[in-house]
């Protein structure tokens, strides 16, 4: 059974860093392109970052380069989003995603809540 | 970025209706193009890839199809079930936009 879990989500203050991570079971983690895509309270879904399979590619949207940065250690299948210099526009609950022939496998989400 | 235009922004329908949903991509993307389906407090649900392909496991009452830049998403049927919003994402190339999203209800 495929598995994505999302952790490390929580309540931060304007300024302050939180690491997400996703730990994958089920398929090949190693050989798949993977992604953070995001969705602001009561918005639409966002792609916030992705990095192919090989870390050949890496993405970032306009507006989290220099803050965020996507790891991937394939060893443990897992998958983080470090978040620094957070703003209160970060808010938003914060998918992994497999990217595949479109974004195929999904976990439930981590909420992210900046605010002082 | 490539915009992706969806609509309508809200639909409602009765049970056994066909129901269309359009994507407008602002450019050319081949047939990169994705449909998901989000139920509230879920994850989105791929429905559709490459325009056109059911995701296994989809009931075959959803359809994609594509005619240039336009792509659709037709339920053949409607189901309760099928209560959620919908969003279309380009795949073409970085960043993979997504539509803004129809949120789909029974009359």
């Known amino acids: 059974e495929v598995q994505l879990v999302e952790s490390g989500g929580g309540l931060v203050k304007p300024g302050g860093s939180l690491r997400l991570s996703c730990s994958a079971s089920?398929?090949?983690?190693?050989?798949?392109?993977m992604s953070w895509v995001r969705q602001a309270p009561g918005k639409g879904l966002e792609l916030v970052s992705s990095m192919t399979y090989a870390t050949s590619h890496i993405f970032h949207a306009d507006s989290v380069i220099g803050r965020f940065t996507i790891s991937r250690d394939n060893a443990k299948n897992s998958l983080y989003l470090q978040m620094d210099s957070l703003r209160a526009e970060d808010t938003a609950v914060y998918f992994c995603a497999r990217s595949a022939a479109g974004y195929d496998y999904w976990g439930q989400g981590t909420v992210v809540t900046v605010s002082s | 970025d490539i915009q992706m235009t969806q609509s309508p922004s809200t639909l409602s329908a009765f049970v056994g209706d066909k129901v269309t949903i359009t994507c407008r991509a602002g450019q050319g993307i081949s047939s990169w193009l994705a449909w998901y389906q989000q139920k509230p407090g879920r994850a989105p649900k791929l429905l559709i890839y490459k325009a056109s392909s059911l995701e296994s496991g989809v009931p075959s009452r959803f359809s994609g199809s594509a005619s240039g830049t336009e792509f659709t998403l037709t339920i053949s049927s409607l189901q309760p079930d099928d209560v959620a919003t919908y969003y279309c994402q380009q795949y073409n190339s970085y960043p993979h936009t997504f539509g803004q999203g129809t949120k789909l209800e029974i009359k």
């Open positions: 089920g398929f090949n983690f190693a050989a798949s392109s």
